[in-house]
Every structure is written in structure tokens, then in C-alpha cells.
């Protein structure tokens, strides 16, 4: 173990931690190693997700020019489902406990000629 | 043509006051009042918002994949945006869009033809203004 200076902590969320690990009988050193420990297991999970979803909408990307105006919606490397609105869309994605994902409706590309571009 | 709530903001142009919402995170942009958006008849696209605001929203959870990203032609090149889907709320009116920001560059605050065209404006000497049209006469469009 070593000691480690880290500049632009919350104070806030410091003095919360320091009581929480308090409560529980621990040290700040000790909390802070569980909570690196845990964000950085959520950041590996999250990283295998998104090349999964990446993997899911290769495979149904073809599918997106047949339905213009369904929204495609892939999460947790799945192909939810295409959804007439954008509201059955989120609601597939909250039924599925998710809030990652892509949520891709057909688009194309265009102009934008003059306007706001020079100001 | 009946005549609602109008908008001047001097000289940053033609502008109307929307909300931004992502209903999967329920968030809302902004948190209390509204939104002054920059009328843009010239881009073609739905609304572009600043890097700050998409973050703000987490849209970058739901965005679109790198390949299909859309592509604006511009004066000075193309132009490559982060898109994802969200809803707009002007006029008591709820527009289901895409919302985008440059991949490069900080962004701007406008509302494009994509979700004008959802929309009943007039633009009134300086002012924008939300109106009721009686489609059976009215027949002028200024978007691409």
C-alpha cells in the first residue's frame, strides 16, 4: 500500500465518505480501494457492452433502410426490437433495466447552407 | 393567421424558445424555463446543440453508431455530427428529433428545417411567432 496526495477532491463527498467508512468500521483508504475496485469493473462491463451493441447493430444494420421512421433500438448487445415511436422505443430500454444503448432511426444527411455556420 | 407568443433576441437573430427532453434519463434541458433556439432556414438538418448541453442530457448513451453518423455540406466542408434521438417541446408541442453536436468544435444553439416543418412560425419584422394557420390559404415556406 502507498500514500497518495489527490488534489480536487469534493469536500462534500469527502466528508460523507469519511463518515460512511466510520460507520462501517473502515478507513478512507480502505473505502476509496472498494470504490476503485467497483468503478473500474463497471467501465471493463461497459466497454464489453459497446462492442457487443457494436457487434448486434452490424448484424441488423442492413435491416434500418427497409423501415425509415421505426426506431432500432440495441442494448446490452442485443437487438431489442423496432419501435413506431420514440416512446416505445425508451419503453423497451426501461423494461430491459437499460439506459445504454443505440437508439437509431434512419437518417439522412443534408446542407446547411450559409445561416448560423458564420456567425 | 392568429397570432401567439412571439420572440426578439436583437441582434443573435431569429430565435423561439423550446425544451429539450431525453425521457429514458428523464432529463430535461433546461432544468426550469426554456430554450432560446437560433432559427436557421439554411440547414437543412433538426437541432444542433452545444457539446455541454448533449452531455448534459446523456445523449451520448443513446447515440447513433460511428458509421452512420449524418453529414452536413457547409460552405467550409463537411461536417460530421453526434446524433441521437430525443424530443423537443415548443409550442405545446412535443417533436420526436435527432439532436445533434459537431464531432469537432464546440457547437451552437439552432433549430434547423427537419423540425421547423413540425412547426407553425412566422417571422414578423424581428420577431418569431408562433401562429395558427388556416392551411386551406396559407401556401409559403422558406425552408430547403
Known amino acids: 500500500m502507498s500514500d497518495v496526495l489527490l488534489k480536487k477532491v469534493d469536500r462534500k463527498l469527502y466528508s460523507r465518505l469519511k463518515a460512511e467508512a466510520a460507520?462501517?468500521?473502515?478507513?478512507?483508504?480502505?473505502?476509496?480501494?472498494?470504490?476503485?475496485?467497483?468503478?473500474?469493473?463497471?467501465?471493463?462491463?461497459?466497454?464489453?457492452?459497446?462492442?457487443?451493441?457494436?457487434?448486434?447493430?452490424?448484424?441488423?444494420?442492413?435491416?434500418?433502410?427497409?423501415?425509415?421512421?421505426?426506431?432500432f433500438v440495441i442494448a446490452k448487445g442485443t437487438f431489442l426490437g423496432r419501435f413506431p415511436t420514440l416512446g416505445d422505443a425508451f419503453k423497451r430500454m426501461k423494461d430491459n433495466s437499460t439506459t445504454r444503448g443505440f437508439v437509431i432511426r434512419s437518417q439522412a444527411s443534408g446542407e446547411w447552407l450559409g445561416g448560423s455556420i458564420e456567425h | 393567421?392568429?397570432?401567439?407568443?412571439?420572440?426578439?433576441?436583437?441582434?443573435?437573430?431569429?430565435?423561439?424558445?423550446?425544451?429539450?427532453?431525453?425521457?429514458?434519463?428523464?432529463?430535461?434541458?433546461?432544468?426550469?424555463?426554456k430554450l432560446l433556439l437560433r432559427v436557421d432556414t439554411g440547414f437543412s438538418g433538426p437541432i444542433v446543440v452545444t457539446g455541454d448541453v448533449f452531455e448534459f442530457l446523456r445523449l451520448p448513451d443513446i447515440e447513433v453508431p460511428e458509421d452512420i453518423r449524418?453529414?452536413?455540406?457547409?460552405?467550409?466542408?463537411?461536417?460530421?455530427?453526434?446524433?441521437?434521438?430525443a424530443i423537443v417541446e415548443a409550442d405545446s408541442k412535443q417533436v420526436e428529433t435527432d439532436i445533434l453536436t459537431p464531432l469537432q468544435?464546440?457547437?451552437?444553439?439552432?433549430?434547423?428545417?427537419?423540425?421547423?416543418?413540425?412547426?407553425?412560425?412566422?417571422?414578423?419584422?424581428?420577431?418569431?411567432?408562433?401562429?395558427?394557420i388556416d392551411h386551406s390559404k396559407a401556401s409559403a415556406s422558406s425552408c430547403l
Open chain 2, 1 to 33: 393567421m392568429n397570432i401567439r407568443d412571439c420572440f426578439e433576441a436583437g441582434d443573435w437573430g431569429y430565435v423561439i424558445e423550446a425544451s429539450i427532453l431525453n425521457p429514458l434519463h428523464d432529463l430535461r434541458f433546461p432544468e426550469t424555463g
Open chain 2, 70 to 85: 449524418p453529414t452536413y455540406r457547409t460552405l467550409a466542408g463537411a461536417m460530421t455530427m453526434r446524433s441521437a434521438m
Open chain 1, 23 to 71: 460507520m462501517r468500521g473502515k478507513t478512507v483508504g480502505q473505502v476509496f480501494n472498494e470504490a476503485v475496485r467497483v468503478w473500474l469493473t463497471v467501465q471493463q462491463s461497459r466497454d464489453i457492452e459497446s462492442e457487443r451493441n457494436v457487434e448486434a447493430y452490424l448484424e441488423i444494420k442492413e435491416e434500418l433502410l427497409k423501415h425509415p421512421g421505426e426506431y
Open chain 2, 105 to 132: 468544435g464546440p457547437g451552437k444553439l439552432l433549430i434547423g428545417c427537419q423540425v421547423l416543418k413540425e412547426l407553425e412560425l412566422a417571422l414578423l419584422e424581428k420577431k418569431t411567432c408562433f401562429v395558427s
